[in-house]
T-cell receptor, first 113, second 112 residues
Framework: EDKVVQSPLSLVVHEGDTVTLNCSYE??????LLWYKQEKKAPTFLFML????IEKKSGRLSSILDKKELFSILNITATQTGDSAVYLC?????????????FGKGTRLHILP | KAGVTQTPRYLIKTRGQQVTLSCSPI?????VSWYQQTPGQGLQFLFE???????NKGNFPGRFSGRQFSNSRSEMNVSTLELGDSALYLC???????????FGSGTRLTVV
């Protein structure tokens, strides 16, 4: 059965710390891995990763994919209280009729001032 | 440009009733997918529509159904509501599944 596992489930750090969130997956077909940030309701898109070893960056956030070991990490440097959110990882398989996007259960990140 | 719009924002229904939720995608997006989010199960895929056709379906009972109109707006219907259907229902749109999905703010459904 296809699955996406995120770790840790929750994390509490102090402002200024660097955090690494993990996402591992087992899927029959793989097209891309997606990261989202969910603060209150609507998850907001962060990154889409399709190729191994190519880091994607957006400000203090960065992410990389390892297709051989089937995992991705999301790094946040110099964390701020506004980074507090649930971070969701999802795998989007090939566009076959029975393929569907699979989300992990998320990592709840809380940044202490 | 306007984002993904979901209505209503909140809904309270009693067991046995049915409910219809609406999602208007970003203009030009033809793919609309629906998700159920609960604290215990996380985000679970319900179904995806593309150009008025259901393309994928998750592992939910037949009480959950949906449709997409020619203007790409989508509706989701849940019949014979159960307490366990209480959740945040999110809709997401995409141009063609490339570039990720844009989510709406969701409909919080409470079944009492």
């Amino acid at each position: 059965e296809d699955k996406v596992v995120q770790s840790p489930l929750s994390l509490v750090v102090h402002e200024g710390d660097t955090v690494t969130l993990n996402c591992s997956y087992e899927v029959t077909n793989f097209r891309s891995l997606l990261w989202y940030k969910q603060e209150k309701k609507a998850p907001t898109f962060l990154f889409m990763l399709t190729s191994s070893g190519i880091e994607k960056k957006s400000g203090r956030l960065s992410s990389i994919l390892d297709k051989k070991e089937l995992f991705s990490i999301l790094n946040i440097t110099a964390t701020q209280t506004g980074d507090s959110a649930v971070y969701l990882c999802a795998v989007d398989p090939l566009m076959n009729r029975d393929d569907k996007i699979i989300f992990g259960k998320g990592t709840r990140l809380h940044i202490l001032p | 440009k306007a984002g993904v719009t979901q209505t209503p924002r909140y809904l309270i229904k009693t067991r046995g009733q049915q409910v219809t939720l609406s999602c208007s995608p970003i203009s030009g997006h033809r793919s609309v997918s629906w998700y159920q989010q609960t604290p215990g199960q996380g985000l679970q895929f319900l179904f995806e529509y593309f150009s008025e056709t259901q393309r994928n379906k998750g592992n939910f009972p037949g009480r959950f159904s949906g449709r997409q109109f020619s203007n790409s707006r989508s509706e989701m219907n849940v019949s014979t509501l159960e307490l366990g259907d209480s959740a945040l229902y999110l809709c997401a749109s995409s141009f063609n599944r490339e570039g990720g999905y844009t989510f709406g703010s969701g409909t919080r459904l409470t079944v009492v």
